[in-house]
């Protein structure tokens, strides 16, 4: 018997699921672990599952076809990105970034980024870039024409763009020139606290009016959102607050004579994406989603075909991820976020070199960074689907939710009397350490673990050596930078300077009680904790101690042993010279000064370690 395919079904020969069926299974396995009980109501079964993210977006542990958002691709709200539908479709911008403060290395590696798979140039000037003056000089040989440029150039922006525009004029190549000047005074207020021109002479309006007028091409402003997320906020803060500068961005632009239509197509965002993939896709999503709401809250109705009022989004890897510390995970780290990037569909992705912690980037580390996008691209063939994360559930409502989270700070910001009001009366600052709070406690309890830096480190590792990067100016009054690797990494610097000045690191004694079955996995356990702070382990039974020339110690075994032999042991080590004791587990015992545990404050207990050690700070 022939079945028509739309009588088709996906588990047809199946019973229907039903969801109070699947919170009954999944109550007698929270009742195994004692997260529930036999009187705990099915319809909290869920919620004892649900997680937070760091702004209050929700992850739910089941998501349904009633959890879809509907949308087409290339239509508002613009959730399935603005590519066409069809086959061959053109992929992302490979954008690559330049901040060599050397004119004649800047260009050389501009040349080489764009003939070895970089489509646009992402330009840094001033500090810590070339200087201004320079840029003749940089884009010798580049053709602009067909390769889009980006500038960043900070409190310097007018005299950039007034020197990249004039380059353009004198040369006069046949193409037009696209890219952006990059202005940007919101974002450099924010990072900076000093306030620059929107509207006047020199100021971002009167730059987009002349790039609507002379250099269509060009867009005169970058929503630059990444000094929200390096400040140590959440997805919804970061996209609350580029939505509140685009807002006031679309007020200046209107204002000096700007046609609606014309002031959103001065407008591109730029946003971080990090190893999360998941809410970095929701992210790039809800962005486009959020800025349709605005275009419709703004009264641009009729037909955008072009996709004009579209979000034009840049997604960069984040900064806040990336370690010194065994610098190479973070291949991985921008491997995961440059796909979540394209998944998302971000118009342009640039993935920042693994060593960037470490000084100025060498070719090695630029060709990774390049051909990470081109492998996603090439061979990964991720540009050939439109919004490839449309239509699962969990992205749907994630998306949904960040977009609202997201559309409600806006608001807040809003009614503080926007985002310049907000940034100086420090409710965005005090939002954002709010979070970065929340973050970091999970970061030092290693909840939000850090591979090679809070989980499993080298203490051998020797770093690869980069020649020094130009440190920017002090941001003064502006939101902090935070790196999530900081605290451990710190740790680790004590460590590395008290190997330096005495020739040996400093030391902590595994007291092994029983055989090596039933202590091996929580030695495992201090070791990498200990290990996460530059500390040397060694270990063997508690009579080793005194020939092992440590002075702290810490008890590793089963519980069962830990009744039968851990005050006999503690007290072992104290009378072999022990200044303190651990023990990884819990219990009280005699001698037993303080516990090591999953979830236990790592970076409490190294910093207190390295105290009883001598080690200064």
């Known amino acids: 018997m022939t079945v028509p395919p739309e009588e088709l079904e996906l588990a047809a020969a199946f019973p229907p699921a039903e969801r109070d069926r699947w919170r009954e299974l999944v109550k007698g396995v929270l009742r195994k672990s004692g997260a529930a009980s036999e009187d705990t109501p099915l319809d909290e079964i869920e919620g004892l599952l649900t997680r937070?993210?760091?702004?209050?977006?929700?992850?739910?542990?089941?998501?349904?076809?009633?959890d879809t958002v509907p949308?087409?691709?290339?239509?508002?709200?613009?959730?399935?990105?603005?590519?066409?539908?069809?086959?061959?479709?053109?992929?992302?911008?490979?954008?690559?970034?330049?901040?060599?403060?050397?004119?004649?290395?800047?260009?050389?590696?501009?040349?080489?980024?764009?003939?070895?798979?970089?489509?646009?140039?992402?330009?840094?000037?001033g500090e810590p870039g070339p200087p201004v003056e320079s840029l003749p000089e940089v884009l010798r040989g580049v053709h602009l024409d067909l390769a889009p440029l980006v500038l960043d150039a900070g409190a310097r922006t007018a005299e950039a763009a007034e020197a990249l525009l004039r380059l353009i004029t004198e040369r006069g190549q046949a193409g037009e020139p696209t890219g952006g000047l990059g202005a940007d005074p919101l974002g450099l207020r924010a990072r900076t606290g000093e306030p620059a021109p929107i509207?006047?002479?020199?100021?971002?309006?009167?730059?987009?009016?002349?790039?609507?007028?002379?250099?269509?091409?060009?867009?005169?402003?970058?929503?630059?959102?990444?000094?929200?997320?390096?400040?140590?906020?959440?997805?919804?803060?970061?996209?609350?607050?580029?939505?509140?500068?685009?807002?006031?961005?679309?007020?200046?632009?209107?204002?000096?004579?700007?046609?609606?239509?014309?002031?959103?197509?001065?407008?591109?965002?730029r946003l971080a994406v990090n190893a999360d993939q998941f809410s970095s896709i929701a992210k790039l999503r809800a962005a486009r989603r959020l800025w349709a709401r605005v275009a419709e809250v703004c009264g641009a109705g009729g037909d955008d075909a072009a996709g004009r009022r579209a979000a034009r989004l840049h997604a960069v890897t984040?900064?806040?991820?990336?370690?010194?510390?065994?610098?190479?995970?973070?291949?991985?780290?921008?491997?995961?976020?440059?796909?979540?990037?394209?998944?998302?569909?971000?118009?342009?992705?640039?993935?920042?070199?693994?060593?960037?912690?470490?000084?100025?980037?060498?070719?090695?580390?630029?060709?990774?960074?390049?051909?990470?996008?081109?492998?996603?691209?090439?061979?990964?063939?991720?540009?050939?689907?439109?919004?490839?994360?449309?239509?699962?559930?969990?992205?749907?409502?994630?998306?949904e939710e960040t977009a609202q989270a997201a559309w409600a700070w806006f608001t807040e910001i809003e009614k503080a009397g926007g985002l310049a009001a907000a940034l100086d009366s420090g409710l965005v600052a005090g939002r954002l350490a709010a979070t970065w709070e929340r973050?970091?406690?999970?970061?030092?309890?290693?909840?939000?673990?850090?591979?090679?830096?809070?989980?499993?480190?080298?203490?051998?590792?020797?770093?690869?050596?980069?020649a020094p990067a130009p440190e920017p100016a002090p941001a003064g009054g502006g939101l902090p930078v935070v790196r999530y690797a900081q605290d451990f990494e710190a740790l680790r610097d004590r460590s590395d300077a008290h190997a330096e000045a005495t020739g040996a690191r400093p030391k902590v004694y595994l007291a092994t009680l029983g055989p090596i079955a039933v202590h091996t996995a929580r030695a495992s356990f201090a070791a990498n904790l200990f290990q996460a702070g530059g500390i040397e382990t060694v270990s063997g039974d508690p009579e080793g101690f005194a020939a092992s020339g440590a002075t702290v110690?810490?008890?590793?075994?089963?519980?069962?042993?830990?009744?039968?032999?851990?005050?006999?042991?503690?007290?072992?080590?104290?009378?072999?010279?022990?200044?303190?004791?651990?023990?990884?587990?819990?219990?009280?015992?005699?001698?037993?000064?303080?516990?090591?545990?999953?979830?236990?404050?790592?970076?409490?207990?190294?910093?207190?370690?390295?105290?009883?050690?001598?080690?200064?700070r």
Request: charged letters at 25%; hydrophobic letters at 40%.
């Open 52 to 66: 937070e993210s760091y702004d209050g977006v929700s992850a739910a542990p089941l998501y349904t076809r009633d």
């Open 71 to 125: 949308g087409r691709p290339g239509l508002a709200p613009y959730l399935r990105t603005v590519r066409p539908e069809g086959e061959g479709l053109a992929g992302w911008d490979v954008r690559q970034r330049q901040v060599h403060p050397d004119p004649a290395a800047a260009r050389e590696a501009i040349l080489a980024d764009l003939e070895n798979g970089a489509t646009s140039v992402w330009l840094g000037l």
């Open 199 to 269: 509207e006047g002479p020199g100021g971002a309006a009167e730059l987009a009016v002349r790039c609507a007028r002379e250099f269509p091409g060009l867009r005169a402003i970058t929503i630059d959102a990444t000094a929200y997320h390096d400040a140590g906020g959440g997805d919804a803060e970061e996209l609350g607050a580029a939505v509140a500068a685009g807002v006031a961005y679309l007020r200046a632009l209107t204002a000096a004579g700007l046609g609606l239509d014309e002031a959103f197509g001065q407008l591109e965002f």
């Open 318 to 399: 984040s900064s806040a991820m990336m370690t010194r510390r065994d610098p190479w995970v973070n291949m991985l780290r921008t491997t995961v976020a440059a796909f979540a990037a394209g998944v998302g569909g971000a118009d342009a992705v640039t993935v920042q070199p693994f060593d960037v912690r470490l000084g100025l980037p060498d070719d090695f580390a630029r060709r990774i960074a390049r051909n990470t996008q081109t492998l996603l691209l090439e061979e990964s063939s991720l540009a050939r689907v439109v919004d490839p994360a449309g239509g699962s559930w969990y992205v749907e409502r994630l998306t």
């Open 439 to 466: 973050r970091r406690k999970d970061l030092a309890r290693r909840k939000a673990p850090l591979t090679g830096v809070s989980e499993f480190p080298d203490l051998a590792e020797k770093l690869p050596e980069r």
């Open 553 to 616: 110690a810490c008890l590793c075994s089963s519980d069962k042993l830990y009744g039968e032999q851990a005050e006999d042991a503690a007290r072992t080590l104290k009378e072999s010279g022990a200044v303190k004791v651990w023990l990884a587990g819990k219990g009280t015992f005699e001698g037993v000064d303080a516990h090591v545990f999953a979830g236990c404050d790592a970076v409490a207990v190294l910093e207190t370690t390295l105290d009883d050690l001598g080690v200064n």
